[in-house]
């Protein structure tokens, strides 16, 4: 879930800070509702709580259930919505869900998931019906759901997005892949563009050359997304991208800027299976030309990538710039 971070840094914050708190994790749904196995809540004694299992309709229900557990100090599994014998608390959608609270899980264990996923490494837990909270190897947790007696979850690092270009387009696209959650990076020859990003709060790194390459520490949750009009800063940057485990490259363009992309590359010695890493035009809205449409249609496609959803429509999806796109 893109939230867990979030919802483990407040447990760990409270648990540290003396207050006791309470995980509630989604592990069984019955019918339809509107979040998936595995979401969490954060719970602390007080009645503040981080994240959500709808859209408002049961949360002060289940921050009640956490407290009557937390008085009992053991877990408990609780059923909401169809089956459950809360006759006054309906799901919207009609189904039901399954909420697994553990009481008091250990502050450092806590502490232990923020860690790792601020250093951008997957995290997987096993949870059980008795309380018990420990981490497995990630590889080990394909999907979240009950093995036996546990529930095994599994959290990936933000999406990374490191996005070169310069002009508006790479300024819309980083404030709308902020505002997603995801993190942020530019690299710039543009100091207008730079200071705008820079007081969204991401780091931002000036290009000097065209042949210059800074660090780019692309990890398998990491993509990078090219943005530039002058074709000519790109050449660097995607050879060196290519040498990276990104999720996801990409390139503004039309189809003829695309395919003199990948000739470059090939003149470069790149073979073909890397060549067939780099997705332009990019997006999934077609011919989009302002800026804003732009930023949005990279970022639906790279949000696809990342969750693993399948392409229904080729066509729909690779033609994101008109051949006046390539004007500059």
């Given at each position: 879930?893109?939230?867990?971070?979030?919802?483990?840094?407040?447990?760990?914050?409270r648990?540290?800070?003396?207050?006791?708190?309470?995980?509630?994790?989604?592990?069984?749904?019955?019918?339809?509702?509107?979040?998936?196995?595995?979401?969490?809540?954060?719970?602390?004694?007080?009645?503040?709580?981080?994240?959500?299992?709808?859209?408002?309709?049961?949360?002060?229900?289940?921050?009640?259930?956490?407290?009557?557990?937390?008085?009992?100090?053991?877990?408990?599994?609780?059923?909401?919505?169809?089956?459950?014998?809360?006759?006054?608390?309906?799901?919207?959608?009609?189904g039901?869900?399954?909420?697994?609270?553990?009481?008091?899980p250990p502050?450092?264990?806590?502490?232990?998931?923020?860690?790792?996923?601020?250093?951008?490494?997957?995290?997987?837990?096993?949870?059980?019906?008795?309380?018990?909270?420990?981490?497995?190897?990630?590889?080990?947790?394909?999907?979240?759901?009950?093995?036996?007696?546990?529930?095994?979850?599994?959290?990936d690092?933000?999406?990374?997005?490191?996005?070169?270009?310069?002009?508006?387009?790479?300024?819309?696209?980083?404030?709308?892949?902020?505002?997603?959650?995801?993190?942020?990076?530019?690299?710039?020859?543009?100091?207008?563009?730079?200071?705008?990003?820079?007081?969204?709060?991401?780091?931002?790194?000036?290009?000097?050359?065209?042949?210059?390459?800074?660090?780019?520490?692309?990890?398998?949750?990491?993509?990078?997304?090219?943005?530039?009009?002058?074709?000519?800063?790109?050449?660097?940057?995607?050879?060196?991208?290519?040498?990276?485990?990104?999720?996801?490259?990409?390139?503004?363009?039309?189809?003829?800027?695309?395919?003199?992309?990948?000739?470059?590359?090939?003149?470069?010695?790149?073979?073909?299976?890397?060549?067939?890493?780099?997705?332009?035009?990019?997006?999934?809205?077609?011919?989009?030309?302002?800026?804003?449409?732009?930023a949005?249609?990279?970022?639906?496609?790279?949000?696809?990538?990342?969750?693993?959803v399948?392409?229904?429509?080729?066509?729909?999806?690779?033609?994101?710039?008109?051949?006046?796109?390539d004007?500059?």
């Amino acid at each position: 879930m893109k939230d867990a971070a979030r919802i483990f840094a407040f447990l760990a914050d409270r648990a540290e800070a003396g207050e006791r708190v309470a995980l509630a994790t989604l592990t069984q749904v019955i019918g339809s509702t509107s979040r998936g196995i595995g979401t969490h809540m954060g719970i602390d004694e007080q009645g503040a709580f981080v994240g959500s299992f709808s859209g408002g309709c049961i949360e002060s229900a289940i921050v009640g259930e956490a407290h009557r557990i937390l008085s009992k100090g053991r877990a408990e599994i609780v059923r909401f919505g169809a089956g459950s014998p809360y006759i006054d608390i309906r799901l919207p959608c009609g189904g039901g869900i399954d909420i697994l609270v553990t009481p008091d899980p250990p502050a450092a264990l806590l502490r232990d998931v923020v860690d790792r996923l601020e250093a951008r490494q997957p995290v997987a837990l096993s949870l059980n019906a008795d309380g018990g909270m420990d981490f497995v190897p990630p590889a080990m947790v394909d999907r979240d759901g009950w093995v036996g007696a546990h529930f095994h979850v599994r959290h990936d690092p933000p999406i990374r997005i490191v996005i070169a270009g310069h002009g508006d387009e790479p300024v819309a696209l980083a404030r709308q892949a902020l505002a997603y959650g995801a993190q942020v990076e530019l690299l710039t020859p543009d100091m207008l563009a730079a200071d705008r990003v820079r007081a969204m709060g991401a780091p931002v790194t000036l290009l000097k050359t065209t042949s210059s390459v800074p660090p780019l520490h692309l990890d398998p949750r990491s993509a990078m997304i090219l943005l530039f009009h002058d074709h000519d800063w790109e050449e660097a940057l995607l050879l060196h991208a290519l040498e990276q485990p990104g999720f996801f490259i990409g390139a503004m363009g039309s189809r003829t800027t695309h395919a003199r992309r990948l000739a470059m590359l090939e003149q470069h010695g790149v073979p073909a299976a890397l060549r067939s890493r780099i997705h332009g035009p990019i997006g999934l809205i077609p011919a989009s030309r302002d800026p804003d449409t732009l930023a949005l249609s990279v970022l639906a496609e790279l949000v696809r990538a990342a969750s693993g959803v399948p392409v229904r429509d080729e066509g729909m999806a690779h033609s994101l710039s008109a051949e006046a796109m390539d004007a500059g």
